[in-house]
């Protein structure tokens, strides 16, 4: 490595540093803080908020990010350098497009947005949020112009969170898979009583779900010595360092399924971030946070569900599970229970969704996004736009705006084309446990005697030790020679429901 | 307030976001942190701490402390403004001083000397910290050279911890109460049978210590909506805002006094804090822990010793702590109880010291820093130096240097010059409480019926609301119309230990 290049990486990991400083800030803020610091604290994280953004956009940036370019030239795709050069400069390029003066008057309108909607939700009352909203999507709008962008002005607000994922490669995805859901949920429904969550519906100690969480996370292999399980609002994963990774879940004492489900959920994003390669480590290539949403959630989706609610993980930990609660689960076999914690419910709220249904809950959101930001669909008809397009989904309508439209934070904070990223990761985590079982075929039947190292070691050696180097698109074809595919993921649902529903 | 002014406290608050920053990191690191993320966080630490420094001695500070200063002219004295633009100027010029260069020298001595000041304190072997604690001497003697002094190079390290003190000041008052200590202390060595502290060395369960400390805490009048308390290997408080102050302590399960007076202590820190006027909040004014080491402890020791040590603070909390431990303490008599709390005793361990020879701990460091930045003291010389002045202040020699010279992490941290802070804190949490009760006379009288409210307002009005407006001189003399004095304070410890040792 050349003098420039390593001045490249040092300015760069100052960058990173702050990315960091500013997410330790924030898991305090969701931990830690007592809520009458919030005002304090939302000058402090726009501080080091700033200071990122002026660091990385100065001409410092762009002169080293020349001379490193042609000190490494020919180096592999693959490589620390040329991974380093090709990610800090779309960031470089994408940062410097947004204008000081547009990045403050988004994030006063953000700041604004998420209480107003708060309210609003709080009191089913959309109107008091219109206005807001309307402020919001034409600042998205200027953003996309902005940016600019080859086809569609979604593009120009996909490529922050997927880049190089277009609207169309999206829209081509979810048509794809839309009717098959829609066809697969349709025959599960005349099947309705066949199956019963009642019995995740009891009394269960909070401590004891605790633990138990926590055994399975371990038995994952997620290593406690190099992070923490803590208890927030909104359930989150965040990487301080490779060796220090944060997650955290809720517990409810009357359902098992949210704290159980959610540890394994950030379990899964917190292995990938402990499988970052020490070379990459402490380097602006070293930020799960920062990475693709689709590449992220497609880690914390795959040990969640394809291997947290299969029948072959729950051979082996039904009789844990019921070692620790063995009043509740007395009489539910372990088949019983599989099916309890697979229930498929038409549900309003995405959050609480299952597989079978949950990427119609994006399908969703990210038709409407389109017509915004186009301007075809006004703020004031969206709340008709979404219950009718939820009936057509679902076949039910939500009975107020609170179970619809007001639901999501997401574009109160200015998320416009972040959804996408969440149905992807289920499409991906299905593509990349099929490709692991493929090249390591006892993975399955280890899963049945709690051995998850293969599975885990194939993961972070195809996928976590890279870091943050590929778009999810590269990612994907060097792992799979491929391109994301929804068929495995309806073939599995398929597989996995008509079992369940006897269909 | 002119535009000029304006725009030097939007300048100055981002250097402040930066510092709070930098402890929020600070907190998390001692009291969440995996071990395993010690080296990615001191990366990020530095990062911030390099920006702050970066930002602090901008042309940008000076160009607005210019234009600022103008416009202000003729502002009070103890006006925000006037105190705004004298602090970030002393600031501002002693920042100055420090070349970038030295700053990374000095923190990377640092870095190195506190793993092998801990290895050399556990294997009680001070040779092999004898070049490092070299190294940082004569770094400190570099950077006197460089920050200039009007006498003793100790005033330019002094002035860091204690703008406006003279080694000269500092000299004068120990070399005052030195002998008056020693005195005191061989008095009560003689009735050394008169006092048992047997009931404080019990078994103590942890949880039930943490309640009492919260209780007392919360009586005090810290809000607990607005801080909270946490455990950690070294207890501290840090100040994210005067709505967000953070405390913690550490438990013994066979030892009374390190939780509770800990929590007292810094419960002290918490309450200065919290008190801070809402007008100096989140400006450059608004940081306790960057305020004068010699304020910052005398409200620690006030409200721990001064009011947490005394006979009228026990007749009413006594019988809440009986009621906590009633089969511990069911022998124990509250005078018997005060005199426990209250046993003097001879030890190695300046941390571990009762009130009446803590500052002979500091006269002591303070005694051989000097003379070991002129360099009349050489550091092979330190432990036999130590070692026989520790004999003539206590009477006895500490039989090994891990309980000596290794004793503390200051050195090894390049912190010299602080000290002096404790001791002085000691003798002003004296003045600032006999002040107050000759403003207030039903102050003691309130305490011993557990309303401290009175107290507790005297001090905020007169001293909290500031935030770091004054030095401690400006201060002491603002509110007591004199300088620090010594006198108070050995009144005190006499009338106090003469009535428990019955001298």
Redesign the interface.
């Given at each position: 490595m050349g003098e420039k290049y390593q001045r490249l990486a040092a300015h760069l990991?100052?960058v990173h540093?702050?990315s960091?400083?500013y997410r330790?800030?924030m898991?305090?803020q969701q931990v830690?803080?007592?809520?009458?610091?919030a005002?304090?604290?939302a000058?402090?994280m726009?501080?080091?908020s700033?200071?990122r953004h002026e660091f990385l956009t100065s001409d410092t940036t762009a002169r080293l990010l020349e001379g490193a370019a042609r000190e490494v030239e020919g180096a592999p795709f693959d490589s620390d350098e040329a991974s380093l050069i090709r990610v800090a400069r779309r960031e470089y390029d994408l940062a410097l497009k947004h204008s000081a003066d547009f990045v403050a008057r988004l994030a006063q309108a953000k700041n604004l947005a998420t209480t107003v909607w708060a309210r609003a939700r709080a009191n089913n009352d959309f109107k008091s949020f219109q206005p807001t909203l309307e402020r919001l999507i034409d600042l998205k709008i200027e953003e996309a112009e902005q940016l600019g962008y080859p086809g569609h002005p979604y593009d120009a607000l996909l490529e922050q969170s997927e880049p190089g994922m277009t609207t169309a490669q999206v829209k081509a995805v979810f048509d794809g898979h839309q009717p098959h859901l829609i066809a697969l949920t349709a025959a599960v429904r005349k099947q309705v009583g066949k199956v019963s969550d009642a019995s995740v519906h009891q009394h269960f100690d909070i401590e004891k779900q605790r633990e138990f969480g926590l055994s399975i996370s371990q038995a994952f292999g997620f290593d406690?010595?190099?992070?923490?399980l803590d208890t927030s609002v909104h359930p989150f994963e965040l990487q301080?360092?490779r060796?220090?990774v944060r997650l955290t879940t809720r517990y409810r004492e009357d359902f098992l399924n949210p704290a159980l489900f959610g540890t394994l959920h950030e379990t899964g994003h917190g292995l990938h971030a402990q499988g970052f390669g020490t070379s990459v480590?402490?380097t602006y290539l070293s930020d799960l946070d920062a990475s693709s949403g689709a590449v992220a959630e497609s880690q914390s989706r795959m040990w969640e569900n394809v291997v947290g609610r299969s029948r072959d993980f729950w051979q082996w930990a039904y009789p844990k599970l019921k070692g620790t609660f063995p009043a509740q689960l007395a009489n539910v076999d372990v088949d019983a229970f599989y099916r309890a914690i697979n229930t498929v419910r038409r549900q309003f709220i995405r959050v609480e969704a299952d597989e079978a249904t949950y990427n119609l809950h994006i399908v969703l959101r990210f038709g409407l996004e389109l017509e915004l930001v186009t301007g075809k669909l006004k703020v004031a008809d969206l709340p008709a736009a979404w219950n009718s397009r939820f009936e057509q989904l679902f076949g039910i309508v939500p009975p107020t705006d609170k179970e619809g439209v007001l639901q999501d934070i997401h574009w109160s904070q200015g998320s416009f084309g972040y959804f996408p990223s969440y149905a992807l990761g289920n499409l991906l985590s299905v593509q990349f446990f099929n490709k692991a079982v493929q090249d390591a075929p006892s993975i399955s039947d280890e899963i049945t005697r709690g051995k998850f190292d293969t599975l885990l070691n194939w993961a972070t050696t195809n996928l976590y030790r890279h870091g943050r180097k590929f778009t999810v698109d590269e990612l994907v074809h060097r792992v799979t020679g491929n391109s994301i595919q929804w068929q495995p993921y309806v073939a599995y649902l398929e597989a996995k429901f008509k079992d369940i529903y006897g269909l």
């Open positions: 990991a100052e540093n702050l960091i400083s330790i800030l898991w305090d830690n803080m007592p809520s009458a610091g005002g304090a604290r000058a402090q726009a501080t080091i700033r200071l406690y010595k190099r992070g923490r301080f360092s060796d220090d480590e402490g």
